[in-house]
């Protein structure tokens, strides 16, 4: 919205995957607690009026079960902040986005990269087309914009793979 005053915030960084792709040269993923978290949060609506956080992680969805428990830590703590992050559509599932929801999540953007089973397993992606098509569908249920990331010219791809994930997006 127009009104809204937003600020970046890193709940963790690293990602627990290698895509082969990945500018990330360091391994492994190093996250905030909740409490953290929210007392950041407390602190930038109480001194500047934030009322909309942007996730500025490489990835916020790293597991479900974290993606949960900040989530359930930010509903308890009442933040009533809306937000958006970066997520896996492997772990887009009903029951994750629909506490996301609660908490707040309004967007998330997801890299997807690919519509083709073999260049993603070539990325080394750990995702699958129908996986993709799942959590789209769970996120768009949910009530939650997604948002889509693809890359093209990955190893294997041709004109066809290339057409297939011009069709995707459009569709």
């Not at 929210?38 to 009322?51: G, N, P, R, T, V």
């Not at 969805?61 to 809306?82: D, G, H, W, Y």
């Not at 990325?123 to 009530?143: F, P, R, Y």
Request: aromatic share 10%; proline share 4%.
């Amino acid at each position: 919205r127009n009104n809204e005053r937003c600020f970046p915030v890193i709940s963790g960084r690293g990602c627990p995957f290698k895509c082969n792709f990945c500018y990330r040269m360091d391994q492994g993923i190093r996250i905030r607690s909740p409490q953290s978290v929210i007392e950041e949060i407390k602190k930038l609506k109480k001194d500047y009026q934030i009322s909309y956080i942007t996730f500025t992680d490489e990835l916020l969805m790293s597991s479900p079960k974290r993606t949960v428990e900040l989530c359930e830590a930010f509903i308890k703590a009442q933040l009533n902040i809306r937000w958006n992050c970066n997520g896996r559509l492997n772990y887009a599932a009903p029951e994750v986005l629909k506490v996301m929801k609660e908490a707040g999540c309004v967007y998330i953007g997801y890299g997807f990269e690919c519509v083709n089973d073999q260049v993603l397993k070539n990325m080394n992606k750990h995702l699958t087309v129908d996986q993709i098509v799942k959590g789209i569908e769970a996120t768009l249920s949910s009530g939650i914009s997604p948002g889509f990331n693809i890359i093209f010219g990955n190893i294997g791809e041709n004109a066809e793979t290339l057409q297939a994930g011009v069709d995707f997006l459009l569709k």
